[in-house]
């Protein structure tokens, strides 16, 4: 038993997450109906995965607006670059969406419960989300509160924290340190729940084989193809605005940073990457330190635009899946909730899985067709990391031409300079 187990501890987890996809295939063969009574088994991920997806979206995002250091000069003009990128991934991503509409291709098992289909009304619908104690948005999961609970004591952290500063206290520090510590409790816990999900995704996949045949797995293959389109379309936007924005040319941008994006698609993790990413800013694009500082490191605790983009098709595709129109009311809710649920989604594998219950919260779409996604997260994950890291090292090439603008004088730096 132990040498087993200690060789399952040995795959790496997409290993894990494919081989339990193998095996939930042919399960599902020798189960037949039967396999729904696996049904259990997804649905306990997915409850551990909304248990955590409350103090993640808290802590992280608090921690996130804490921790970056984003005074400056050049702060303003950072904000724009990430955010713009941002709402163009997520653009981008429903653009694909509505015109490939992936989930018009698929058929899956129908919802457990009735599914919410009262009519939309974007302004009372946030409003009602607007907190008004400190304890039911957590005790309710209800995540937009949570959301606005988290940016509140975020913010108001750095201006206390700059205020003491200024008095010489340093009372700020524990609460920071206390932030600090809950982080990394909730990333550990994270990562319990992640051991779960190559059982997750043989009990979904021996569930649908069982009762529909391997022909649902099969049509998923229309989203896959569809987040790769739209990834793919998001670089070529980043390889644009570089050309438009800065010194740096697409050709030596794709070879300097190609050590960064070989490390996000191998482990699915941008901030496993951020010392590559900052190097290869640095050493191999020859950006100056100080934007490489700002860009990649404040880029990389912010800036996710490929899970944004994820989230948003996948919320898309769902409800595409489930025969729901999704009002461009709802889309523009979509966009919103995709840019905070990517900044509060942590550089780690799968993260995106447990943010994206924000969205799909939002839009009053059934949570319990998440754990369905998760037989192709082990690729589109790492496909995703790789925009995210691409999205901040653009963002830090065309920092550096606003820097060099703004310290006309200071030495220029050749092999940002040089055309390619
Ligand atoms: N794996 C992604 C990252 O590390 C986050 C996610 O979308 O799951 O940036």
Redesign the pocket.
């Known amino acids: 038993m132990k040498p087993a187990l200690d060789f399952y501890r040995r795959i790496p987890l997409y290993g894990r997450i494919l081989l339990g996809l193998l095996i939930g295939v042919v399960l599902g063969y020798a189960l037949g109906d039967r396999a729904q009574s696996l049904k259990p088994v997804s649905d306990i991920v997915l409850q551990f995965l909304r248990l955590l997806a409350t103090p993640l979206i808290f802590i992280a995002l608090a921690h996130s607006l804490l921790k970056a250091d984003i005074s400056g000069r050049l702060a303003g003009r950072l904000l724009w670059l990430l955010m713009s990128n941002t709402v163009v991934a997520i653009l981008v991503g429903l653009l694909v969406a509505n015109v490939l509409n992936p989930g018009t291709h698929v058929s899956l098992p129908a919802p457990s419960g009735t599914v919410d289909k009262k009519p939309f009304d974007i302004a009372k619908d946030l409003l009602d989300k607007l907190p008004t104690d400190w304890v039911s948005p957590f005790s309710k999961n209800d995540l937009i509160s949570v959301i606005v609970l988290a940016v509140a004591v975020g913010l108001s952290l750095r201006i206390v924290r700059r205020r003491q500063k200024e008095l010489g206290q340093q009372g700020y520090m524990s609460f920071e340190r206390f932030l600090e510590t809950a982080f990394q409790m909730v990333m550990v816990m994270l990562h319990w729940i992640f051991e779960l999900v190559p059982l997750a995704v043989l009990a979904v996949v021996a569930r649908t084989v069982g009762t529909a045949g391997i022909a649902p797995l099969l049509q998923m293959g229309w989203f896959v193809a569809a987040v790769i389109a739209a990834l793919v379309l998001q670089a070529f936007f980043y390889l644009l605005r570089l050309r438009l924005s800065s010194s740096v040319r697409p050709g030596a941008f794709l070879r300097g940073g190609f050590d960064a994006f070989a490390m996000a698609f191998s482990t699915?993790?941008?901030?496993a990457t951020l010392p590559i990413t900052y190097s290869c800013a640095k050493d191999k694009i020859g950006v100056r330190e100080e934007s490489a500082s700002l860009g990649v490191m404040v880029g990389g605790t912010f800036n996710?635009d490929?899970?944004a983009l994820?989230e948003a098709m996948a919320a898309l595709f769902i409800s595409q899946v489930l025969g729901l129109h999704l009002s461009l009311e709802q889309q523009a809710l979509v966009v919103l909730m995709a840019i905070v649920a990517s900044v509060g989604?942590?550089?780690?594998?799968?993260?995106?899985?447990v943010t994206m219950l924000a969205v799909f919260n939002a839009v009053h779409l059934p949570i319990e067709y998440i754990p369905f996604l998760l037989p192709l997260d082990w690729i589109l994950?790492r496909c995703?990391?790789t925009i995210?890291v691409m999205g901040d090292l653009s963002v830090t090439c065309i920092l550096d031409r606003s820097s060099e603008t703004m310290n006309s004088g200071s030495s220029s730096n050749e092999m940002a300079t040089v055309p390619l």
Do not use: K
């Open positions: 699915a993790s941008s901030a996710h490929g899970t994820y989604a942590a550089g780690i594998p799968e993260a995106g899985l994950d995703r990391t995210n």
